[in-house]
């Protein structure tokens, strides 16, 4: 098996979206559990991802192609997913913040979420602040999830913070930040509820919250 899911992270590099889908169905049929094809294979394989774009080895073309690549296999694993997950838990928004248009782990942290049994509501990208305080507004989620993946856009989280304070209904709502630059020390700097570095641990700090 362990074979199997090395070959699917490669066809993710690769950007093989067709063979991909392929592959990560086979894997599930061959026993492979949703939550193994996801962290061993398809996160693996974005990790190189960015490892080889930070080296210059691969270009923006070919990240967008494996990114693409990723998003059919996560449709074939998120209601596998679902289906292993408890019910009951609570209610989940999550979006990326404004000007940062990077999707892929912040649907891996819904999914995620959703396979745990929260109601996810998953806002999208590239979110002004006003957005999110009418979605907490409007869907009273138990845990507000905002993801950042560039250090430019980091401080957006905190701007949320502000403007659900100004909205009146900061203490209504827990606040989970998380993305590759963001760290614990910033998490409490701009004054978030919890962190979380991946989409597994995301999924305890968020149960962690709901019994806080
Ligand atoms: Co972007 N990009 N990108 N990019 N990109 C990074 C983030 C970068 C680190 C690459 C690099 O230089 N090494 C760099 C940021 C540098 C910085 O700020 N420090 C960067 C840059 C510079 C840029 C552009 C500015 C490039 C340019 O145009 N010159 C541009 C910005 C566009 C914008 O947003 N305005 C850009 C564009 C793009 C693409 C469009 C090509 C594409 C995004 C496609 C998409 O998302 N649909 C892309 C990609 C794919 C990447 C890398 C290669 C991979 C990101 C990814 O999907 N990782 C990335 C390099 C890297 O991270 N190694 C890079 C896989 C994913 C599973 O991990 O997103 O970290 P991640 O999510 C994890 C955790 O962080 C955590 O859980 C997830 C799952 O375990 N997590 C949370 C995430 N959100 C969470 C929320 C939580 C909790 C946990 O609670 C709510």
Request: proline content about 3%; hydrophobic content about 45%; aromatic content about 4%.
């Amino acid at each position: 098996m362990e074979e199997k899911l090395g070959s699917i992270s490669q066809t993710l590099i690769e950007g093989k979206a067709d063979e991909l889908q392929k592959q990560v169905q086979e894997a599930l049929d061959g026993g492979a559990t949703p939550e193994d094809v996801m962290n061993q294979a398809l996160v693996a394989g974005m990790d190189a991802v960015g490892q080889q774009w930070k080296a210059g080895d691969m270009f923006i073309p070919e990240v967008i192609r494996s990114a693409k690549a990723m998003s059919g296999a996560m449709d074939i694993i998120r209601p596998k997913l679902s289906e292993s997950g408890g019910a009951g838990s609570g209610t989940f928004v999550i979006g990326t913040v404004l000007r940062d248009l990077h999707d892929i782990g912040k649907d891996l942290v819904a999914m995620m979420m959703e396979g745990a049994g929260f109601k996810v509501v998953n806002l999208g990208i590239d979110l002004d602040a006003e957005v999110f305080v009418d979605a907490v507004k409007e869907h009273k989620p138990d845990i507000l999830g905002m993801s950042a993946l560039l250090t430019t856009t980091m401080p957006q989280m905190g701007e949320v913070i502000n403007a659900l304070k100004e909205a009146g209904i900061r203490d209504q709502v827990k606040v989970m930040v998380g993305g590759a630059p963001v760290s614990e020390e910033y998490a409490e700097e701009i004054g978030a509820d919890s962190y979380a570095p991946n989409a597994a641990t995301a999924v305890d700090k968020a149960k962690e919250l709901l019994q806080a």
